[in-house]
Nanobody
Framework: QVQLVESGGGLVQAGGSLRLSCAAS????????MGWFRQAPGKEREFVAG????????KYADSVKGRFTISRDNAKNTVYLQLSNLKPEDTADYYC??????????????????WGQGTQVTVSS
């Protein structure tokens, strides 16, 4: 079993930056993909970014490409999401996800057994 705890959300003005962290406990995370999803009010949850176990492979949603950066530190059992040039449409609850064996399984949520409780990001215009 893996427990995921997100932190780093908050209120920021458009154009600003935030860094989200997801700390994992229960077992080492270096063997599977991890990622971030978000859910805005009234909308479905959507994939934001994913990273392979080694950190060498990353994948981003088109809406955040070039603005967000995902990374991981397996020694610290932590994955990060750097949010830059934030826009009001980035406002959402951001969730950490872990446990998939492939990037497609992560993106489709078909192979994601572990989820965090979410951290809220609010971007004001």
């Amino acid at each position: 079993q893996v427990q995921l705890v997100e932190s780093g959300g908050g209120l920021v003005q458009a154009g600003g930056s935030l860094r989200l962290s997801c700390a994992a406990s229960g077992r080492a995370i270096g063997w599977f993909y991890m990622g971030w999803f978000r859910q805005a009010p009234g909308k479905e949850r959507e994939f934001v970014a994913g990273v392979s176990g080694t950190g060498l492979i990353t994948k981003y949603a088109d809406s955040v490409k070039g603005r967000f950066t995902i990374s991981r530190d397996n020694a610290k059992n932590t994955v990060y999401l750097q949010l830059s040039n934030l826009k009001p449409e980035d406002t959402a609850d951001y969730y950490c996800a872990a446990g998939s064996q492939t990037i497609s399984a992560l993106i489709t949520e078909s192979g994601v057994p572990y989820w965090g409780q979410g951290t809220q990001v609010t971007v004001s215009s």
